[in-house]
């Protein structure tokens, strides 16, 4: 219990040495904490007692000799590397995600949102105001979807598709992963303005610019038309029903016929097993509208946009493909 009551402790650290980027300053081999400090311009009796302690839960490891190397773990603080989740890291445990989780006390007693209780605002809505954030946001998606990515890319034949609009799709990440396994293939990148500004810089997309189609847009007012596969992950979790109605219902009216609508989302299982789900159930709950849902909550939803969900494709990560048509 006492581990539980203080992980929040653990997650601190883990921010604090990744915004110092303390896991590419051990790139090259372990190190004192006299010399890491330096190179990071920090205080060298506070890193040691950092690592100390992270050590001892396996994110770092230190030698006999009193140096620190990476571990594994530790690894995947990295920046620029396959696998990295620095950016995850930096993004979720920042000051503003930080406080809308200090309130989860208000909006289990109320019912309301954390974050809008504390900030005055919904999440992308503060995001938009502060582009620094907006900007982290992207590449931490793009940072927790390296592996995912892959995976989905390899769980379902995208061939079936000769257009496949990625809605919400940020910086192209995924869609350029499905393009790149899928040579016959055609695309359209689509989210706010803002964010697809972002998607040439962000690289995904070098070498696709004559198959996939920016465009910039608001996807609770419409969708681009006549694609056979509209393609939404991590964005259904994000709204309540009624939004994700609409969103879903924009996409079948849009499709051409016999055409896909694909869900990549988590799926909760029933039970007590632990679960990734489940914790990001309640990140949802703390700072937006949104939740995971189970696999009968989606076939609902999917109902209520005028969709029959066909099937459910596990992947190779905790994600899963769910495949809806017209009803």
């Keep these: 219990m006492l581990g539980h009551i203080t992980g929040y402790w653990v997650s601190q650290m883990i921010f604090v040495v990744a915004k110092l980027g303390i896991a590419d300053v051990l790139a090259k081999g372990p190190k004192t904490p006299a010399a890491i400090a330096e190179q990071v311009g920090a205080h060298a009796p506070f890193v040691h007692r950092l690592l100390r302690t ?4 396996g994110v770092f490891a230190e030698t006999p000799n009193g140096r620190f190397r990476l571990t594994p773990t530790a690894a995947t603080l990295r920046s620029g590397v396959p696998g990295s989740l620095r950016d995850f890291a930096l993004m979720i445990i920042d000051d503003y995600n930080w406080a809308g989780w200090g309130a989860l006390f208000h909006g289990v007693q109320t019912g309301g949102v954390a974050f809008d209780h504390v900030h005055g605002q919904r999440f992308f809505d503060y995001l938009v105001g502060h582009p620094d954030k907006e900007k982290l946001f992207a590449a931490s998606m793009a940072s927790i979807s390296g592996a995912e990515n892959g ?3 390899r769980a379902y034949d995208f061939s079936r598709f000769g257009r ?3 809605v919400g799709g940020a910086h192209g990440h995924l869609l ?3 393009l790149r396994r899928h040579r016959k293939g055609r695309g359209v990148l689509y989210d706010q303005p803002q964010v697809v500004a972002g998607a040439t810089a962000s690289g995904f997309l070098a070498g696709l ?3 996939v189609e920016v465009t910039g ?3 609770f007012a ?3 038309l006549g694609a056979d596969g509209y393609m939404m992950k991590y964005i259904v979790h994000d709204w309540d029903d009624d939004r994700c109605v609409r969103l879903l219902g924009l996409c079948r009216d849009a499709m051409a016929p016999g055409g896909r609508v694909l869900v990549v989302e988590n799926v909760v299982e029933p039970g007590n097993r632990p679960g990734w789900s489940k914790l990001l159930d309640i990140n949802m709950l703390a700072l937006l509208t949104g939740k995971e ?3 009968t909550e989606f076939r609902d939803l999917f109902a209520r946009a005028g969709l029959r969900l066909r099937r459910v494709v596990p992947t190779a990560s905790p994600i899963s493909i769910l495949e809806a048509t017209a009803a």
Excluded: H, N, Y
């Design 176 to 178: 350029a992963t499905i």
């Design 151 to 153: 995976a989905v890319a």
């Design 293 to 295: 849902r189970t696999k």
């Design 222 to 224: 419409s969708v681009p």
């Design 54 to 57: 992270l050590a001892s839960v």
């Design 164 to 166: 496949l609009v990625d």
């Design 209 to 211: 610019e004559d198959r």
């Design 217 to 219: 847009g608001d996807f």
